[in-house]
Each structure stands twice: as C-alpha cells, then as structure tokens.
C-alpha cells in the first residue's frame, strides 16, 4: 500500500480546504483508514477515521462537526474535507491506513497503523 497525500496549502481563518490521499491496493488491503496531524514540537494526533468496508467515519473532538472524511472505492482515494478552518488546525496532515481489524475505540492511536503517507502542509493564518 502506497498512500500520497495532496491538497495542503494557506487558508485564511474560517476558510475550507478538501485534502485527498490516494493510495494503492486500498480497497482490497485496509480495513480502516484515518488521518492524523502533526503540529511542529506537538506530537502526532488523531484527526479522523473511516472504515472502508462499513463507512463508518469517527472524528477527534477538536474537528467534530467542522471536519468529514470519505473514502472513493472507485478511485481509491480517502478525503478529509476541512470547513470553518482555525490557526489551531495548523499542522502537517498524514493519512494512514491499517490492513487487519481495529476496534473504534484505538483507531484513534497512531500507532495502530501499518501504513502512512509523506503528509501535506496546511497552514491556516491570516
């Protein structure tokens, strides 16, 4: 599984951004695939998860009802789709993906994951 992220960039405060990550194999290899943040001396933190067989998407407190992510079998493409954007959402966004069964309450752990991909920057600031 290969896993490419694109669509950081600068945004100003309340803006949206849609990230993608596109992978390889993902449809017949992942079982869960999330994204992750890492801001700079922060350590990494859950953003989201989707399972890809299921669709059933869990999000971090800190993005509930702001952020969604989906997944595209067809195109095997996961997204994060960012509104209402903060300067606290500043960081490098990696998306991951676990191959065996991961109950919800660890899909939260970084750890967790099998694979990841190289991050895209997102930078919200006026």
């Known amino acids: 599984v290969k896993l490419v992220e694109s669509g950081g960039d600068l945004v100003q405060p309340g803006g949206s951004l849609k990230l993608s990550c596109a992978g390889s194999?993902?449809?017949?290899?992942?079982?869960?695939m999330g994204w992750f943040r890492q801001a700079p001396g922060k350590e990494r933190e859950f953003v989201a998860s989707i399972t890809w067989i299921a669709d059933d998407d869990h999000y971090a407190d800190a993005v509930k009802g702001r952020f969604t992510v989906s997944r595209d079998n067809a195109k095997n493409t996961l997204n994060l789709q960012m509104n209402s954007l903060k300067p606290e959402d500043t960081a490098v966004y990696l998306c991951?993906?676990?191959?065996?069964?991961?109950?919800?309450?660890?899909?939260?752990?970084?750890?967790?994951?099998?694979?990841w991909g190289q991050g895209t920057q997102v930078t919200v600031s006026s």
């Open positions: 194999g993902l449809t017949s290899n992942a079982y869960v």
């Open positions: 991951a993906a676990r191959v065996q069964f991961l109950p919800t309450n660890v899909q939260h752990v970084w750890q967790e994951y099998d694979y």
